[in-house]
C-alpha cells in the first residue's frame, strides 16, 4: 500500500508517519505535503492506495484539491475540530482521525481501510459541497454600551491573555471577546489569518516587518503593535513563511 500525508504541521505530520511505519512497516509512504498546490501538482501524477488528508492546509482548505484533480483512491481525513465536519464524514462513511490523534483510532482506520480495500468510496465532490467552509467574515464586539461590528479586514489580530481573549482592530481599539483562539482559528479565512503561537492570531495585512529570532522562529513587527512580542513558533515558522508568500 502506497500513501501520501497531507498535512501543514511538519510536527504532526512527522508523527502520524512514525507510527504508521510502526504498524504497517510494509506500507510505502511516498511523501508529505503541506498545501494545496503541492498535493494537487503531486496527485496529477501520482496515484497513492490512500491518503491522509488534513482539512486546513497553510493555503486552503483541502476541499480545493477536489476542483483541480480527480481522487481515485480511500481518504483518512484529519482535522482538529469536530463541529460539522465529523457529522458530514459519517454520512459519507468516511473514515476520520480527530488530532491529536489517538493510536487506537489510527487503528481502527488502518483496519477500516485494509477491509474496504482500494477505490473510490465516496463522491468527493457531493463531500465538498457539503463541507466547503463559510468563513466569519464579522465580529460583533462592546464598546461601553454600544455594540459593534468589525469586518475582518477590519481586524488587526487576536490575542489571548490568561482566560481572555482580545480582538485588537487595525485603529490600535482593544475589545474583549468570548471566543477562544481555538475556536476562532477554524472559523477564520485561512489566506487573510494564520495563528502564529498559543497567544496571537494575526492578519496578513496587519504585519510591517518580520525580523530573524532565536532557534529559528520570527518576530512580527505588527501595525498596530502587539501588547506582547508576536514571536512565531519556531514549527509554525517555515509554513508561516509560505502562507505570507502566497505559496
Not at 511516498?30 to 491518503?51: I, N, S
Request: net charge negative; proline share 5%.
Amino acid at each position: 500500500m502506497k500513501y501520501l500525508v497531507i498535512e501543514d504541521e511538519p510536527l504532526a505530520a512527522e508523527k502520524l508517519v512514525r507510527n504508521l511505519q510502526r504498524k504497517k512497516p510494509d506500507w510505502e509512504h511516498l511523501k508529505t505535503l503541506g498545501t494545496v498546490r503541492e498535493a494537487v501538482q503531486e496527485l496529477l501524477v501520482t496515484q497513492p492506495d490512500f491518503l491522509f488528508l488534513d482539512i486546513h492546509l497553510s493555503d486552503g482548505i483541502s476541499f480545493q484539491i477536489f476542483d483541480q484533480v480527480e481522487i481515485q483512491c480511500p481518504i483518512i481525513f484529519t482535522t482538529a475540530y469536530d463541529q460539522y465536519a465529523l457529522r458530514a464524514f459519517k454520512v459519507n462513511s468516511i473514515d476520520y482521525l480527530l488530532k491529536p490523534i489517538v493510536e487506537s483510532d489510527l487503528e481502527r482506520a488502518l483496519q477500516k481501510l485494509e477491509t474496504r480495500g482500494t477505490g473510490p468510496r465516496a463522491d468527493w465532490k457531493k463531500l465538498q459541497a457539503d463541507m466547503r467552509p463559510h468563513y466569519k467574515d464579522r465580529f460583533l464586539v462592546s464598546t461601553g454600551e454600544r455594540i459593534r461590528s468589525l469586518q475582518q479586514d477590519e481586524v488587526a489580530f487576536f490575542f489571548a491573555q490568561g482566560k481572555h481573549t482580545f480582538i485588537t482592530d487595525v485603529a490600535g481599539n482593544q475589545y474583549l471577546f468570548d471566543q477562544s483562539l481555538t475556536a476562532l482559528i477554524e472559523q477564520l479565512d485561512p489566506q487573510k489569518f494564520f495563528q502564529i503561537n498559543r497567544q496571537f492570531i494575526i492578519h496578513i495585512n496587519a504585519i510591517k516587518e518580520m525580523v530573524p529570532y532565536s532557534k529559528g522562529r520570527l518576530k512580527l513587527v505588527m501595525e498596530p503593535q502587539t501588547p506582547e512580542d508576536a514571536i512565531v513558533s519556531v514549527d509554525k515558522s517555515p509554513r508561516f513563511k509560505s502562507w505570507v508568500a502566497g505559496e
